[in-house]
């Protein structure tokens, strides 16, 4: 029963035009199983959900995040930053000038800013757009490309809050006795084996170099280059400070934070707060620069704040779906399926197969990681397969899964940063993510026959 809530969403996220609407029927259908199907209990139990999220501080800050995005970019937009940039790349020193050099920034900047995987999307987006239009590429393969390099490349270099989730899941392993050594040695060990994140690397590289299209993607929408006029050279400067102040702000919010320690540090906190004191420091140098006046930010502001309001709800109804599921130990009813009874050879390719399943199901690599590795490394010790081939499996598997539900908070900013519908973007993407799992997969394999 349990698998029932988020396959309503996933199927009606594929098939309908609604996110919205599938992520809210699956909600209802999973209080409903909660509540034993008692209609009034459904109802209570909902409202009680709902309540309960807008409690919390961090569900909050990132509902105010997705939405002061949508001001940042189209005061960004308005301003000539767009513009500036553009020029600066496509004519002033003749950077970006194919459909292979307009997906390149965005990449790159997916590698660069690892900090914290909603900023890598929006940055990588905001880059991207312009330079898609431009050169007849669909939104849908640059939300593709965002998407691979944001929650790949923050497990790879885990010096943001996904470090700080693994370390401190390893180190609970440690201390209940089942490994010894330095959590850090066993993370950075496991980085080694992390083959989906590399794999996905790889394979967006070679879509963007080789300009490949497969599957849905060969037919995802276009969006036409906005007119501009021939004097439109905008400003960069209006593009790249915001850009700066984001990417500082977080670095300097996650040490704060965290006390010193940005393994520690809050990241739905400092995404909330950068993006309140960009929006602070464009207001003072738009000013300056004199290229909105007081009415023209704020009505850019509310605009790009209105833009984004549907994209918040569904994040809200999308944290609320991952409630349902954990209320119903979904995670837990998947791992039952591995057991004693596995050889140890082929304990990784298990472990990641069934992480992805997880991830996809509950639309969290995080709760994943907290279901999986927990499970993982128990299950390499008695069977004496090599522990951190394990572990890279379950993180591995978990961005996988994460990184193709159409219910992921991370499936969803994507989009919503690169301008185009959650449902084409999880479509359009999903047949590069099984070539770099399918990848991923023969090498847990192989490498559990050869370490074993």
């Not at 920034?105 to 914290?116: C, L, N």
């Not at 081939?389 to 993180?395: D, E, H, P, S, V």
Request: proline share 4%; hydrophobic share 55%.
């Amino acid at each position: 029963m349990g698998l029932i809530p988020p396959l309503i969403a996933i199927l009606l996220a594929f098939f309908s035009r609604s996110v919205f609407i599938a992520l809210a029927m699956a909600v209802i259908v999973g209080e409903f199983i909660i509540a034993d199907f008692h209609p009034l209990n459904t109802l209570l139990l909902t409202f009680e959900r709902f309540y309960l999220l807008l409690s919390e501080g961090w569900v909050l800050k990132t509902l105010a995040f997705a939405i002061m995005v949508g001001s940042v970019m189209v005061l960004i937009e308005r301003s000539g930053g767009v513009n500036g940039l553009v020029h600066e790349l496509s004519v002033k020193r003749s950077i970006v000038k194919t459909k292979r050099g307009a997906l390149m920034p965005s990449f790159i900047a997916g590698i660069i800013v690892f900090i914290e995987s909603s900023i890598t999307s929006l940055v990588a987006g905001a880059i991207g757009r312009p330079f898609c239009d431009r050169h007849g590429i669909s939104r849908a393969k640059l939300a593709f490309v965002c998407d691979s390099t944001s929650a790949p490349v923050c497990s790879l270099i885990p010096l943001n809050g996904w470090g700080a989730l693994l370390l401190g899941l390893i180190g609970g392993q440690i201390s209940a006795g089942l490994i010894a050594g330095e959590s850090a040695t066993w993370l950075i060990q496991s980085i080694a084996y992390n083959f989906y994140a590399f794999m996905a690397l790889i394979v967006t590289f070679i879509a963007i170099w080789y300009e490949i299209d497969i599957g849905p993607m060969r037919h995802a929408t276009v969006h036409p280059p906005e007119i501009e006029c021939e004097d439109a050279k905008g400003d960069i400067g209006l593009f790249l400070w915001p850009m700066v102040w984001m990417i500082g702000g977080v670095i300097l919010f996650m040490f704060i934070t965290g006390n010193g320690d940005i393994f520690k540090g809050s990241g739905s906190t400092s995404i909330f707060y950068t993006l309140l004191i960009t929006l602070l420091l464009m207001l003072g140098y738009y000013r300056f620069k004199n290229t909105l006046t007081l009415s023209e930010f704020w009505d850019a502001s509310l605009s790009g704040a209105r833009s984004m309001s549907p994209i918040a709800l569904i994040l809200l109804f999308a944290f609320a779906i991952g409630g349902v599921s954990s209320d119903m130990e979904v995670g837990q009813y998947l791992a039952s399926f591995i057991g004693d009874y596995l050889p140890s050879a082929y304990l990784a390719g298990a472990i990641f197969v069934l992480a992805a399943i997880i991830a996809f199901a509950t639309g969290t690599s995080w709760g994943t990681f907290s279901i999986m590795l927990p499970i993982a490394i128990p299950l390499a010790v008695g069977l004496d397969a090599p522990v951190a081939l394990a572990m890279g499996a379950a993180i591995s598997g978990g961005v996988f899964g994460d990184h193709c539900s159409p219910i992921s908070d991370t499936t969803i900013i994507s989009a919503m940063a690169s301008g185009c519908s959650v449902q084409e973007h999880t479509r359009t993407q999903l047949p590069y993510a099984l070539i770099a799992a399918g990848f991923s997969f023969i090498l847990f394999i192989l490498f559990g026959v050869l370490l074993t």
